[in-house]
T-cell receptor
């Protein structure tokens, strides 16, 4: 079974705190994408990581792809209320069809 | 910025009725997808489409489902005889090339309610 496990599923923190969301699998992915989804809307891409060990930064967000390309993490520094939302990881298996396997998502609440 | 557009945004239909969900992918993209998300559950892959044919489909995508690219701009998902369990948000997506390294862009979704 192709599974991406995200943890934690829910996270409630105070403004200014740091947090990390994890995305793990026993399968190897050729790339992994992180999305943010607002209620009733489609996923919006944050970043794509392709190379094992790759680190990408997007302002206060840092994304890392594991060396073995089986896991990834999203770290947010000094979280703000505007970071509140659902964060999804999605991986592409070694296929030529572009099929994405999604994790179940992490709901983040940042309280002022 | 180019975007994937979907219509309708919300549709309510009687069980057993046919539904067609429409999508306009980003204009220079070659790969097209449908995903769905049942309320409270994860986003699930339905089908990918390239060069006017299905390149991969999931177990969910049974004989009740079909996709079509009737012209150069639209990409449709048809459900022939809807069931209650088809109620979900359906997302169309497109990409210029196949990942890795090429981003899949999602539309806003079509919320289907089967009653």
């Amino acid at each position: 079974t192709q599974l991406l496990e995200q943890s934690p599923q829910f996270l409630s923190i105070q403004e200014g705190e740091n947090l990390t969301v994890y995305c793990n699998s026993s399968s190897v992915f050729s790339s992994l994408q992180w999305y943010r989804q607002e209620p009733g809307e489609g996923p919006v891409l944050l970043v794509t990581v392709v190379t094992g060990g790759e680190v990408k930064k997007l302002k206060r967000l840092t994304f890392q792809f594991g060396d073995a390309r089986k896991d990834s993490s999203l770290h947010i520094t000094a979280a703000q209320p505007g970071d509140t939302g659902l964060y999804l990881c999605a991986g592409v298996m070694r296929s030529n069809t572009g099929k994405l396997i999604f994790g179940q998502g992490t709901t983040l609440q940042v309280k002022p | 910025e180019p975007e994937v557009t979907q219509t309708p945004s919300h549709q309510v239909t009687q069980m057993g009725q046919e539904v067609i969900l429409r999508c306009v992918p980003i204009s220079n993209h070659l790969y097209f997808y449908w995903y769905r998300q049942i309320l409270g559950q994860k986003v699930e892959f339905l089908v990918s489409f390239y060069n006017n044919e299905i390149s991969e489909k999931s177990e969910i995508f049974d004989d009740q489902f079909s996709v079509e690219r009737p012209d150069g701009s639209n990409f449709t998902l048809k459900i022939r005889s809807t069931k209650l369990e088809d109620s979900a948000m359906y997302f169309c997506a497109s990409s210029a090339l196949v990942p890795p390294g090429n981003t899949i862009y999602f539309g806003e979704g079509s919320w289907l309610t089967v009653v």
